[in-house]
């Protein structure tokens, strides 16, 4: 697929009729484009089909690749006999992936169809007729959408081409690439747009954007251009709107908790017969002959395996940290990489290893009770009110407002069943924020792009590689050289040819 055929697709797939409802049936029919957005409910329909698009952009494959992956937080499980498409998820964790990477072009052209959804809603809504009371918030949902996915873009892939129209010739879809500032300037403006239009949070919360989500999304982009008082003024707004941290740290990630008062923006899934589950758990699972003694649902997964916490990672956690068995379990069992036989799941918090038993690690924040194969009701978490606090934290840090800092992140650990930081300086704290963001918001796509907004990514990854290379023979020799030159995904291939002006 290319830019033209994605953005061709979002027309076409909005002219066909959605549910209001995201959690709600797939489309039933259809209308033609030139009949169908003239009422309120239109366009909340093609909202829809944008938030759509956050699963394969935010949520999918790529993304725990390129977010989880690629940093010291996971590698894979390495299956020998098992070649072909698995060799281009770990040519990605080891960065020896090229443009030609099939889970790489996958997210760019997921975040450009959710684009070119939320520019068709932005082009036609104005012609429709409608009162403001209407097109406010409409306009605050698509703005804060076509944020969302050019900010993703921005910071994984850095200079990309800027659409910032409907397209309805192939033509208009040959852009060149836009600078990295200028991509800024409309995340920017798009996101005070919706902070203005969007509505305060109410609880329970409907998993569609708010005036707490587009106002987090704007003091995240704050805190990469690393305007932290700008961030710090969003992120004390977001704190005077209802958002609160559940007692229990576990229960953040339970089904029965989506859109809770910590959820701030979260991804949408159901389970059953509708097509609107989620299935990441079948990912991170160790690869088994039978999946039941681990999900409690029978099948078979071979190509799994991936997303597997590292030693390091695991070894990270302080004593006593709740966090520790609520993000990660151990699989035990018998047999080998890909003849893997589990008996059941049982906690990583003081095992001993046993005799003739192989327990494997994986990550279990996601594992919930379920009826069918790759068929799960867990949400993905986007923004958390936990987050907000710690990038609160690091924002006032950096302003050398070190005390404050310190109480908003003793509020974290505090949940955590940690005892408050000592730390009092600000290189200290700066260090320690960091290592309860990544405990914090472990397994949820953040840690590669912390690396990278801190200025860490090389000289950890070049760590990491190290290690890893000192553990496993099949890594090969180039994997984790030259980091600095690859902290940004290529632009995909086909897309150059197409279009010679990326190139």
Known sequence: MTIKHTLLLGLAALTTACTSDFLNLPPQGSVTASTFYQSGADFDQALTGAYQVTRPAL???????????????THYEYNGALRGTPELKEQ???????????????????DYLGIARANIVLNRLPGAGLKADVTGPITGEARFLRALFYFDLVQYYGSVPLYLSEISAPGESYLGKSSVEDIYKIIIADAQDAVSKLPV???????????????????????????YAGAETLLRTVA??????????????????????ESI???????????????????????????????GVDGNVSEAGWNVPTAEMIAAYEKGDKR??????????TGVIGNFTPTGVVSIVGYTPKTGIVAKPFVKKYLHAHSQIRNTDDNWPIYRYADALLLLAESLNEQSKTGEAVTLLNQVRTRAG???????????????????????????????????RTGKAVEVLTAHGATLKGLYSNIQARAYTDIGTKLLAPIPYREKQINSLLN
């Open 324 to 333: 520790l068995d609520a993000s990660i379990g151990l699989v035990e069992g």
């Open 265 to 295: 923006f979260e991804v949408q899934f159901q389970q059953g017969n509708q097509g609107q589950g989620s299935d990441f758990t079948y990912w991170f699972i160790p690869a088994s002959t039978t999946t039941k003694p681990i999900t």
């Open 201 to 227: 949070p109410k609880f329970p919360q409907t998993g569609r954007a708010t005036k707490g989500s587009a106002a987090m999304l704007l003091a995240h982009v704050y805190m990469v251009r690393k305007d």
């Open 59 to 73: 949520t999918g494959i790529s993304s725990w690749l390129m977010g989880e992956m690629r940093s010291d937080n």
């Open 92 to 110: 990605l964790a080891d960065f020896t992936d090229n443009d030609q990477n099939q889970h790489t072009n996958d997210k760019y052209y997921a």
């Open 240 to 261: 005077q709107m209802g958002y609160t941290l559940l007692p229990d740290y576990a229960s953040v990630f339970s089904p029965a908790n989506k859109n809770s008062t």
């Open 418 to 452: 940690l005892a408050p930081t000592t730390q009092t300086s600000q290189v200290q704290l700066r260090d320690a924020i960091a290592r309860d963001r990544r405990l914090e918001l472990a397994f949820e796509n953040k840690r590669y792009l912390d690396l990278v």
